[in-house]
């Protein structure tokens, strides 16, 4: 078992479903002590019941992450059993495409509130334990979205964006203390995300597995100490085309 | 419709698409200090609106946009300029100041936008300008707030700019460096030593005009404008 990984204590948010799932099951073989969290109690019973035929160090918690008082009692609960978060995967995202005329300001909120803010407040919430141990890896699930524009997808865009500068920032600010910060931003990948538009969109691509994006998280996480990969894309061939 | 316009930025494009013939709308937050602002433009004999409106408040948004169209018509220009700082290290942001930041640079810029496009899909033609920041296209320890908002405020304004682009609606986005208005009163002193130059807000100001006077069917979209020692911050990244 490597090194890096076994015994670390990690959270991922958004853990109960797609990518956040596939990176949860990996950082459990991989031997860590994996938390999740998510909203849906059934859907993180759901994916525990699988990572405890894994792993016995296993936590599942139901916190939504745009709200700061479940955030820090998340935190908590997770530092009270196993000690610090080592390992930060803000994975957690709501999907709601429209056009610009048609986006309420309702569903700008929601976006923002779990795609940007819930990024900052699980951010906020886990690096004081990170800089008192001098270690850390804080890994952000963006999207191909964050260096492309399209249309429909101005809010979500946004967010997306807001997550590469926001992650760049407290990189530089982290780095004299030993936490490491990446970006991964994901092309189309096979999940429950587009359940928000009624099913997965009818494009011409060769869908990512979540577990192959979850393979990008371990890659990173198993770096030598000094090496960085600040943005990893990853994405269809597709995307060669249009960005 | 120039968004915060009673200071800085705002105010210097106000006065030039004024003097430039146009007729003006202007909001702010702060009463007197945007009557004093109307009040300078008015003495340029420039036709000026002024609404007190706070952008990130839908109702305000609203007002500002019903009062514009009543005594001018539909809009032809947006500027969303109202823009506030937010800067402190990871560990001494706290929520409100991040919900404050965010709403105002954009859900500001979008609920602003929203109600341009109703109006200029309909006219099949407008211009949308965003005043962002260098702070959206680099990274800088210290900053990830006001940074997160402008990397935002670009990833919402380039996909509204392929949107809109069918109804022949032109956005531009113009990111200034430091530039010397009153944004740094609210941090009690400005991010660099007081020798080092600032770019004039009538120079930002100037580049509003230019983009207004494109010829039709030709486009620009993301713009800096920065003082020469800021060089070094661009295209450290993409
Ligand atoms: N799928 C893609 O093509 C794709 C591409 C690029 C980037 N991404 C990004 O990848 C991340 C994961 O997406 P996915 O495709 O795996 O989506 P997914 O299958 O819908 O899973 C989303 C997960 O996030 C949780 N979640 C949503 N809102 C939450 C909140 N407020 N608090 C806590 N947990 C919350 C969900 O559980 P509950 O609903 O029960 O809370 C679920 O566990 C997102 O950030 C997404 O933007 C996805
Ligand atoms: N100065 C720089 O170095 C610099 C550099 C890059 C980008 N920018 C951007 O340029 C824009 C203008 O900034 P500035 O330097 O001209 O700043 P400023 O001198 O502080 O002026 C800001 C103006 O916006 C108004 N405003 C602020 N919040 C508002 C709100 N919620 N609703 C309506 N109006 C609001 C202010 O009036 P009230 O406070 O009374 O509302 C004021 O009129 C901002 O978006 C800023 O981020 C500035």
Request: net charge neutral.
């Amino acid at each position: 078992m490597n090194l890096y990984l076994e015994n670390r204590v990690a959270l991922v948010t958004g853990g109960s479903r797609g990518i956040g799932r596939a990176v949860a099951m990996r950082l459990a073989r991989a031997g860590a002590r994996t938390a999740i969290c998510a909203r849906s109690q059934s859907s993180l019973d759901d994916a525990l019941s699988e990572m405890r035929q894994i792993s016995p160090n296993v936590l599942g918690i139901a916190a939504d992450i745009s709200r700061s008082s479940e955030v820090e009692a998340c935190i908590r609960q997770i530092k009270d059993q196993w000690g610090g978060v080592d390992i930060l995967i803000n994975n957690a995202g709501v999907y709601q495409p429209a056009g610009l005329t048609e986006t309420t300001p309702q569903m700008w909120d929601a976006q923002f509130d779990v795609n940007l803010k819930g990024a900052f407040l699980m951010t906020r919430a886990a690096v004081p334990d990170m800089i008192e141990r001098k270690t850390g890896t804080i890994i952000f699930i963006s999207s191909m979205v964050a260096v492309m524009s399209l249309p429909d997808h101005s809010c979500y865009a946004a967010c997306k964006w807001g997550m590469d500068g926001f992650a760049g920032c407290i990189g530089q600010e982290l780095v004299d203390h030993g936490i490491k910060v990446h970006v991964i931003r994901p092309g189309f990948t096979d999940t429950s995300i587009f359940d928000s538009i009624g099913g997965k969109p009818d494009f011409d691509v060769d869908w990512i597995d979540p577990d192959e994006i979850a393979g990008a998280v371990e890659f990173l996480l198993r770096l030598p100490r000094h090496a960085q990969i600040p943005e990893l894309n990853y994405t269809t061939t597709a995307h060669r085309k249009t960005y | 419709m120039i968004s915060g316009a009673s200071l800085g930025i705002g105010f210097a494009t106000a006065r030039r698409l004024g003097r430039a013939g146009a007729r003006i709308s202007i909001c702010g937050r702060r009463e007197n200090l945007l009557h004093e602002a109307a009040e300078k433009l008015r003495g340029e004999q420039i036709d000026v609106l002024e609404i007190c409106a706070d952008v990130s408040k839908e109702e305000d948004v609203d007002r500002w946009f019903d009062e514009t169209a009543k005594r001018f018509g539909a809009p032809s220009v947006l500027v969303n300029n109202a823009g506030i700082a937010g800067i402190g290290a990871l560990m001494e942001l706290d929520e409100a100041q991040w919900d404050k930041t965010m709403r105002v640079n954009c859900r500001g810029a979008f609920l602003c936008t929203r109600r341009a496009a109703f109006f200029m899909k309909q006219a099949d033609r407008g211009r949308i300008i965003f005043i962002s920041s260098i702070a959206g296209q680099y990274y800088r320890g210290g900053y990830s707030l006001y940074f997160a908002s402008k990397w935002a405020l670009n990833g919402f304004a380039h996909s509204a700019a392929k949107e809109l682009q069918p109804f022949n609606i032109h956005v531009h986005i113009i990111c200034p460096g430091m530039t010397e208005t009153r944004f740094f009163d609210a941090y009690g002193a400005r991010p660099h030593p007081a020798e080092k130059h600032y770019v004039d807000p009538d120079a930002v100001a100037d580049m509003v005009e230019r983009f207004c006077r494109l010829p039709e069917g030709v486009d620009t979209n993301e713009y800096s404008i920065i003082p020469s020692w800021q060089l070094k911050n661009l295209g450290l990244r993409r």
